[in-house]
């Protein structure tokens, strides 16, 4: 059975590359969910909609959750809306940053 606390603690092991910072201290991720113990769900963001990385981000993130023991189907979605912001960032990494 996977719990959304597994899934929050595995997005921490996927790394943006460029700004080196895992996913959700960056705040780009806005939702998880996890139905039926298995089945995945990851609502997340870009920090800029023409981000290079637009392929690449999501499919680590997919690659990171199959990771997990019994997980099911994995549903990944991209969204702008609400558009990224440095508040969303972990108040450690707004220090960091000196943001």
């Known amino acids: 059975m996977v719990k959304e606390e597994d899934v929050w603690n595995a997005l921490r092991d996927v790394v943006d590359p460029e700004i080196g910072a895992n996913l959700v201290d960056l705040g780009l991720i806005y939702e998880v969910r996890v139905d039926n113990g298995k089945d995945v769900y990851v609502k997340m963001t870009l920090t800029v909609p023409g981000c290079p990385l637009m392929n690449v981000l999501p499919a680590q993130v997919e690659e ?30 707004r220090k960091l940053y000196g943001w």
């Open 64 to 93: 990171r959750l199959k990771q997990l023991d019994g997980v099911g189907k994995i549903t990944v979605q991209l969204t702008f809306d609400p558009p990224w912001s440095p508040d969303r960032m972990s108040e450690e990494l």
